[in-house]
């Protein structure tokens, strides 16, 4: 009889638990369902943690994954992408799991990992799967500088009868490549020639106004006030390393904001030509 009794008992037990598993994986979904991620993320882990017999284990991985990617934790996220990748059954599945994960990298500018993830893509795709990957394929090649290569994949999901789409795409390229002409080592040798001009090559028109009058004004100032003194030398001395903290701030300033000039303008024809694609 009291054998009987302690297998009932255990019985119960389960069967209570696996109902309180069950309830708490329900009401994380609906966490992730009102968009509370940071809840649904932490009532899934315990999920996690309680399913010994992992039950909903496998569904849970990938929905913290989506919980991180949408509170814009990609690394960690990445590392849940990996663990629900080898939960799913399906090519297709799988290839979505990867693309998540790629595009963690991608905004991580971990373009190496990213490329990696891509060559474990499936070989069978879905169409619209099989669109994603050269998509992801151009981002990758334009974050990388393979330009050449990133028009082809880009041109290519575009229909080719919408020509309008494709010569705006055509011509954003021709701008991308006048941006490479931008060289922040030109611009730091022409500030060391001129101070200002390195910051004018870039477009910066205040910062190099500023870098014009703050050295000619202490290098003119030094000048008077040494032709004026009775110890030049001394007053030289004095306003040499004011000239030379402007001076040699100007230049290596002016080759900084050559660089992120580059990188702003590239981002907006990126940009452009991803609202073409994406019409």
Same mark, same amino acid.
């Given at each position: 009889m009291q054998k009987i009794l302690l297998i009932l008992f255990i019985l119960i037990s389960r069967i209570s638990f696996s109902q309180d598993l069950k309830q708490s994986f329900d009401f994380a979904n609906e966490l992730f369902a009102k968009k509370d991620y940071l809840g649904a993320s932490v009532t899934y882990r315990r999920? $996690?943690?309680?399913? !010994? #017999?992992?039950?909903?284990?496998?569904?849970?991985?990938?929905n913290i994954a989506d919980c991180l990617y949408e509170t814009q934790q990609y690394e960690e996220a990445a590392d849940y992408y990996e663990l629900a990748f080898f939960q799913?059954? %399906?090519?297709?599945?799988?290839?979505?799991?990867?693309?998540?994960?790629?595009?963690?990298?991608?905004? =991580?500018?971990?373009?190496? *990992?990213?490329?990696?993830?891509?060559?474990?893509?499936p070989?069978?795709?879905?169409?619209? =799967?099989? !669109?994603?990957?050269?998509?992801?394929t151009g981002v990758l090649?334009?974050?990388?500088?393979?330009?050449?290569?990133?028009?082809?994949?880009?041109?290519?999901l575009v229909d080719s009868s919408n020509i309008e789409s494709r010569k705006k795409?055509?011509?954003?390229?021709? !701008?991308?490549?006048k941006?490479?002409?931008?060289?922040?080592?030109?611009?730091?040798?022409?500030?060391? $020639?001129?101070?200002?001009l390195g910051q004018f090559y870039a477009?910066?028109?205040?910062? &190099? %106004?500023?870098?014009?009058?703050? #050295?000619?004004?202490?290098? %003119?100032?030094?000048?008077?006030a040494a032709i004026k003194s009775s110890s030049p030398f001394d007053v030289l001395v004095t306003a040499?390393?004011?000239? =030379?903290?402007?001076?040699? &701030? &100007? *230049?290596?300033?002016?080759e900084q904001i050559t660089i992120n000039e580059k990188k702003k303008r590239r981002s907006k024809v990126y940009n452009q030509i991803l609202d073409e694609i994406l019409k």
């Amino acid at each position: 009889m009291q054998k009987i009794l302690l297998i009932l008992f255990i019985l119960i037990s389960r069967i209570s638990f696996s109902q309180d598993l069950k309830q708490s994986f329900d009401f994380a979904n609906e966490l992730f369902a009102k968009k509370d991620y940071l809840g649904a993320s932490v009532t899934y882990r315990r999920v $996690i943690y309680f399913d !010994k #017999t992992e039950v909903y284990r496998k569904d849970c991985y990938k929905n913290i994954a989506d919980c991180l990617y949408e509170t814009q934790q990609y690394e960690e996220a990445a590392d849940y992408y990996e663990l629900a990748f080898f939960q799913q059954k %399906t090519d297709s599945a799988k290839a979505e799991v990867i693309f998540r994960k790629m595009s963690c990298y991608l905004i =991580q500018n971990n373009f190496e *990992y990213a490329e990696i993830e891509l060559l474990n893509l499936p070989s069978k795709l879905n169409t619209e =799967q099989a !669109k994603r990957k050269i998509f992801y394929t151009g981002v990758l090649n334009f974050s990388v500088e393979k330009y050449d290569l990133a028009k082809a994949q880009f041109l290519s999901l575009v229909d080719s009868s919408n020509i309008e789409s494709r010569k705006k795409i055509e011509q954003l390229f021709i !701008k991308n490549e006048k941006i490479n002409k931008l060289n922040p080592r030109a611009a730091r040798i022409m500030s060391m $020639i001129v101070p200002g001009l390195g910051q004018f090559y870039a477009g910066d028109i205040k910062n &190099g %106004t500023n870098s014009i009058i703050l #050295t000619v004004g202490i290098a %003119t100032w030094g000048i008077m006030a040494a032709i004026k003194s009775s110890s030049p030398f001394d007053v030289l001395v004095t306003a040499a390393p004011w000239f =030379q903290r402007y001076y040699m &701030g &100007g *230049y290596k300033k002016a080759e900084q904001i050559t660089i992120n000039e580059k990188k702003k303008r590239r981002s907006k024809v990126y940009n452009q030509i991803l609202d073409e694609i994406l019409k």
